[in-house]
């Protein structure tokens, strides 16, 4: 099993940043960040597969950068420029294996409980 762990949410104006974290307990393959927000279906935000690649939604692409440490044991994705539509709870997700990292998304095996992001105009 590999527990998640976030943390770095809060409530912040629009333009500004923050930096979400996510811990995992163990080393993972893949790892990945996701959104939801009310009355909207869950968002890929951005992701590292298992080797390495980064993938970025359109969506936040040139505000977001998705990273991880060298063991891949805790994700990171800074967002900047926040946007009011930004708003939501953030979740992230892991595979433990090749398999659970193959696909777009790739079907992760390990979630995390989340942390919100609500950004004010």
């Known amino acids: 099993q590999v527990y998640l762990v976030e943390s770095g949410g809060g409530s912040v104006q629009a333009g500004g940043s923050l930096r979400l974290s996510c811990e995992a307990s163990r080393y993972t393959h893949c790892m990945g960040w996701f959104r939801q927000a009310p009355g909207k279906e869950r968002e890929m935000v951005a992701r590292?597969?298992?080797?390495?690649?980064?993938t970025v939604a359109d969506s936040v692409k040139g505000r977001f950068t998705v990273s991880q440490d060298n063991g891949k044991n805790t994700l990171y994705l800074q967002m900047n420029s926040l946007k009011p539509e930004d708003t939501a709870m953030y979740y992230c997700?892991?595979?433990?294996?090749?398999?659970?990292?193959?696909?777009?998304?790739?079907?992760?095996?390990?979630w995390g409980q989340g942390t919100q992001v609500t950004v004010s105009s």
């Open positions: 590292i597969n298992n080797i390495g690649r980064t």
């Open positions: 997700a892991a595979g433990s294996n090749i398999w659970s990292c193959s696909g777009d998304p790739p079907p992760y095996n390990y």
